[in-house]
T-cell receptor, first 110, second 112 residues
Framework: NAGVTQTPKFQVLKTGQSMTLQCAQD?????MYWYRQDPGMGLRLIYY???????DKGEVPNGYNVSRLNKREFSLRLESAAPSQTSVYFC?????????FGPGTRLLVL | QKEVEQNSGPLSVPEGAIASLNCTYS??????FFWYRQYSGKSPELIMS????GDKEDGRFTAQLNKASQYVSLLIRDSQPSDSATYLC????????????FGTGTQLKVEL
């Protein structure tokens, strides 16, 4: 039981490049989330998916798109990366009131 | 005004002391409250949840909720160096458990 996994662990992009952050969970949870964490800003919700086939915007969705590929996988795409998207990205899944976080992806946009 | 506020710290306490971490929130309809612990370079993990006014104890941890005053606190008794981490307060403002709003976290340092 791996819990929530994320790939890659670390990525460097140039401004304007695109990339997809992958997230998968093996706990059969319906709800999944993408957060970003910046110094002094705390965790901020980007997008979430309450169930397979549905997605909703969170607090900071601009510049991102998501896909809930199936019940296990929830990906986050940056179409044209900007330096302001330099951050640590966490994926999470939820069982009842508890959110379980993945190990995070550190993204640096130059 | 931020929806969930915490003092960023660092809060320094000696080993064996009680650490008191505080959090205030702005939305009166909030129903569910959580404390997550995050070690440096790691992901957050849930340590306590509380839904009703009063105290909830789990081992060395006690969560306290006062909805009238809109604050929630976390007490850590017999603090250990391994408790040194950032503690994140999270509030479910929308209900249903689907969306959490996090505070910026309080860094706790437990000194030998």
């Amino acid at each position: 039981n791996a819990g929530v996994t994320q790939t890659p662990k670390f990525q460097v992009l140039k401004t304007g490049q695109s990339m997809t952050l992958q997230c998968a969970q093996d706990m059969n949870h319906n709800s999944m989330y993408w957060y970003r964490q910046d110094p002094g800003m705390g965790l901020r919700l980007i997008y979430y998916s309450a169930s397979e086939g549905t997605t909703d915007k969170g607090e900071v969705p601009n510049g991102y798109n998501v896909s809930r590929l199936n019940k296990r996988e929830f990906s986050l795409r940056l179409e044209s990366a900007a330096p302001s998207q330099t951050s640590v990205y966490f994926c999470a899944s939820r069982e009842q009131e508890t959110q379980y976080f993945g190990p995070g992806t550190r993204l640096l946009v130059l | 005004q931020k929806e969930v506020e915490q003092n960023s710290g660092p809060l320094s306490v000696p080993e064996g002391a009680i650490a008191s971490l505080n959090c205030t929130y702005s939305d009166r309809v909030s129903q569910s409250f959580f404390w997550y612990r995050q070690y440096s370079g790691k992901s957050p993990e849930l340590i306590m949840s509380i839904y009703s006014n009063g105290d909830k104890e789990d081992g060395r941890f006690t969560a306290q909720l006062n909805k009238a005053s809109q604050y929630v606190s976390l007490l850590i008794r017999d603090s250990q160096p391994s408790d040194s981490a950032t503690y994140l307060c999270a509030v479910d403002i929308t209900g249903g458990g689907n969306k959490l709003t996090f505070g910026t976290g309080t860094q706790l340092k437990v000194e030998l």
